[in-house]
Structures are given as structure tokens and as C-alpha cells.
């Protein structure tokens, strides 16, 4: 079935550096996902990517969504304590079995 | 708006019971999805129910079961527990506009099955 993976599982960073996680999915998605959930909590949308190559930012954040529409990355400048937490990203399922399909998640720490 | 509301948030059970959990979605949202989340396993999807009809399921055995309400609300039912069941339980209600559909979450039932 349609797989989701996420890479690095974790990353711990010292307060200013800056973090990008990746997702790649075994197949063609016609857009993704992306979640954070603080610890404690439960996961909140950030953002949609639906366009090949799609470059969106929100603040400190930058998205991507890769040409082939099968690889995302997340990446994240000069990191904050606020900025702790696990990211998801997740794409829709196939042949309507899954309503999403997350990756298993960067989980994100950061010494202040 | 209120946002999605699970009941419990948090239930400690023993093997062989069965528990109910409740989710109430953001009001206009009709679709209703589960998923369980272990550290090990991460999100895992349950089912979707849409206007009362469970329109997805994933891979989990018949022990796993949901319904849907006529005011959306939903239940998902879990019988006969086993201590794998112990998990975070997270509805999500969604609104889709044209293709963009974002899942919102509750805060979850965090379940412990000794």
C-alpha cells in the first residue's frame, strides 16, 4: 500500500540553527499535508501544497513540494523553543482506502 | 467557532472490556475521521464517516467499529480490548472546498488498556 516516510525520526538543535525535515511517498500524491503537534497536544494543519515544485513560506517556515509531486521538505530558520514539536506531513490516500496517510513524524527538540 | 471536542480525555480500562469514545466536529464540518496514535506506529487511520456512512476504513480488525450521527457527531467503539489497544485516539473533522480539505483535530482520549 501507499507508504509515507519521513526523515530524520528526530532532531535536537541548539536554539537559532536551522531544521528541515523530508517526506517521501511511494507514490505520485496530488498534494500534501503538513502537521505540527506540540508535545501534549494533537496535531494542527499548517499548510497545503498542491503544484508541482510549490514554494510557500509562512514566516520562518518554507515548504516544498518536489516537481515529481512525490517528495515534500519542510525546512525551518533559525529555530525557536516555541518551534518543539513533532511534524507530520501526510498525503491523501489511494483508491480512497485511507482519508491520509501520515509519515511517521521529525520530532524536534531545541535547547534554548 | 468551538472546535473539536473528543470525550473522555482520558480512560483507563482492563483486557477484554470495551470502551466508547465520542468526538463532536466543528458545526458544518459532515466528516468525521479517526486515528490511532502509538509512538511506535504513529497516525493510523481508523475510518471516515460522511453524512452518517462510513465512506473509509483502514486496516484494523472488526474489533475497531464507528458510527456517525444525523447532527455529525460520531462514536467509535472498541471491543474486547487487548493491551495493544492502549493508545492516543484523535478525531479530526473536515470541511473540503474544492480540493482543499484540512483535517481538524481534537485533543484526543489518551486510552490505557491494563
Known amino acids: 500500500g501507499q507508504q509515507v516516510m519521513q526523515i530524520p525520526q528526530y532532531q535536537h538543535v541548539q536554539e537559532g540553527e536551522d531544521f528541515t525535515t523530508y517526506c517521501n511517498s511511494s507514490?505520485?500524491?496530488?498534494?500534501i499535508q503538513w502537521y505540527k503537534q506540540r508535545p501534549g497536544g494533537h496535531p494542527v494543519f499548517l499548510i497545503q501544497?498542491?503544484?508541482?515544485?510549490e514554494v510557500k513560506k509562512q514566516k520562518r517556515l518554507t515548504f516544498q513540494f518536489g516537481e515529481a509531486k512525490k517528495n515534500s521538505s519542510l525546512h525551518i530558520t533559525a529555530t525557536q523553543t516555541t518551534d518543539v514539536g513533532t511534524y507530520f506531513c501526510?498525503?491523501?490516500?489511494?483508491?480512497?482506502?485511507?482519508?491520509?496517510?501520515f509519515g511517521k513524524g521529525t520530532k524536534l527538540t531545541v535547547n534554548p | 467557532k468551538a472546535g473539536v471536542t473528543q470525550t473522555p480525555r482520558y480512560l483507563i480500562k482492563t483486557r477484554g472490556q470495551q470502551v466508547t469514545l465520542s468526538c463532536s466536529p466543528i458545526?458544518?464540518?459532515?466528516?468525521v475521521s479517526w486515528y490511532q496514535q502509538t509512538p511506535g506506529q504513529g497516525l493510523q487511520f481508523l475510518f471516515e464517516?460522511?453524512?452518517?456512512?462510513?465512506?473509509n476504513k483502514g486496516n484494523f480488525p472488526g474489533r475497531f467499529s464507528g458510527r456517525q450521527f444525523s447532527n455529525s457527531r460520531s462514536e467509535m467503539n472498541v471491543s474486547t480490548l487487548e493491551l495493544g489497544d492502549s493508545a492516543l485516539y484523535l478525531c479530526?473533522?473536515?470541511?473540503?472546498?474544492?480540493?482543499?480539505?484540512?483535517?481538524?483535530f481534537g485533543s484526543g482520549t489518551q486510552l490505557s488498556v491494563l
Open positions: 501544497l498542491v503544484k508541482s515544485g
Open positions: 501526510a498525503g491523501p490516500g489511494q483508491g480512497g482506502s485511507e482519508k491520509l496517510v
Open positions: 458545526s458544518g464540518h459532515r466528516s
Open positions: 464517516y460522511f453524512s452518517e456512512t462510513q465512506r
Open positions: 479530526a473533522s473536515s470541511f473540503r472546498t474544492g480540493t482543499n480539505e484540512k483535517l481538524f
Open positions: 507514490t505520485t500524491l496530488s498534494n
